[in-house]
């Protein structure tokens, strides 16, 4: 299925999958009437998943002395809180995202045949990991929705309504907001899946700049490269201050889920991986022009190649005082304590049950 796959497939899976979060910003060429449509569109979704919200944290209070359905209560609440929170964050981010994606897809679409050669390496290397962690979040809530109509619970969530729902055209109306709004939350998780998308393809463009000092033979295409290198690393600073409340968001709504239910965190592992590789590839993307044949060249090139050897602070994905580095040392850690969590909420329930 992803044996095809291209840079330019890889950007329009990345925008189909998160379609119903209306999170990918239009293109600068878009008119006032589709900019308008736009803002319809992603109010009306907003306007959906809080409707479904306050029914929910109802359903919490009614259920308020039981426990399963307290912690089941408060993961679907969670991803609705997500919902609207990562939404607002993309309203806020809008003008950078656009720019963020402008800027990708000018690059893949003018890359150079060894420019080219390095983005389709990338897409043959994660794509298949993305694209079918995208495909099972969807396929997840669908069956979670579909299988609601074989059970004896009528909706696919818990949520208590304050008037009565066991009679169309109510019952067929609340059960079809509910499964947009779960197709929604599967949408914005599959944001994950463009932050990823974003911090690659500036560990990509690292990776090309490193061929380039490789292949340096003259002062002028040295200083090409450094000019190229703060280009770049300007890009990945943007595309780091993009993502950074997305990955707080994703650590702290999984946390809290992993507490209360011991679910799986992919959506963490999917941001860790790409801003871990981001982080050392572009820490060491000036060291690579010591890799070329620079003590064959010029003594005066050979000067300014040692010039460039100057260790370059990493770009870094972090949230100050909360995430120090989003590396696999972090993510590793973050496990830990997270299940160190997990343990002691189980003792303690254990110890409760005992005591009663």
């Known amino acids: 299925m992803f044996r095809n796959a291209t840079p ?22 878009a008119t006032k009437n589709e900019m308008l449509r736009f803002k319809i569109v992603r109010s009306l979704l907003l306007l959906n998943a809080s409707l479904l919200l306050g029914p929910m944290l109802y359903a919490m209070y009614l259920y308020r002395d039981d426990v399963e359905k307290i912690c089941k209560g408060v993961l679907q609440s969670l991803a609705v809180v997500q919902l609207l929170i990562q939404t607002s964050s993309c309203i806020v981010q809008y003008d950078r995202y656009q720019q963020l994606i402008e800027e990708m897809t000018y690059c ?12 389709q390496r990338y897409v043959d290397k994660y794509s298949a990991f993305y694209g079918i962690s995208a495909i099972w979040i969807y396929v997840t809530t669908s069956i979670v929705i579909v299988g609601t109509l074989f059970i004896s619970d009528p909706f696919p969530t818990d949520a208590k309504y304050p008037f009565a729902v066991n009679f169309e055209p109510v019952r067929s109306i609340i059960f079809v907001h509910q499964a947009l709004v779960g197709m929604q939350c599967a949408a914005h998780t599959a944001i994950a899946a463009f932050c990823a998308l974003l911090l690659l393809f500036s560990a990509a463009r690292f990776e090309i700049l490193q061929l380039e000092l490789q292949a340096v033979k003259d002062v002028a295409s040295l200083i090409n490269c450094i000019k190229k290198y703060r280009k770049v690393k300007r890009y990945a ?16 709504m999984c946390g809290v889920s992993v507490v209360f239910s011991g679910i799986t965190i992919i959506g963490v592992f999917m941001c860790t991986w790409s801003a871990d590789h981001l982080m050392d590839i572009s820490e060491n993307a000036m060291r690579s022009a010591y890799e070329s044949k620079w003590y064959r060249q010029p003594l ?7 010039f460039t050897l100057v260790p370059q602070a990493p770009v870094i994905l972090s949230v100050r005082f909360v995430i120090p580095a989003l ?24 110890r409760d049950e005992d005591d009663y």
């Not at 600073?237 to 702290?252: K, M, P, S, Y």
């Open 327 to 350: 590396s696999l040392d972090y993510y590793c850690s973050f496990i830990s304590n997270v299940f160190s969590l997990f343990t002691v909420l189980r003792v303690t329930m254990i």
């Open 237 to 252: 600073t943007e595309v780091v201050h993009g993502v950074r409340l997305i990955a707080l968001i994703t650590v702290i």
């Open 108 to 119: 893949c679409e003018k890359a150079s045949s060894y420019e080219r050669h390095v983005f």
């Open 8 to 29: 330019e497939k890889a950007i329009a899976f990345t925008q189909f999958s998160m379609a119903l979060s209306c999170c990918w910003p239009l293109p600068t060429s």
């Open 300 to 306: 005066r090139l050979q000067k300014y190649v040692l």
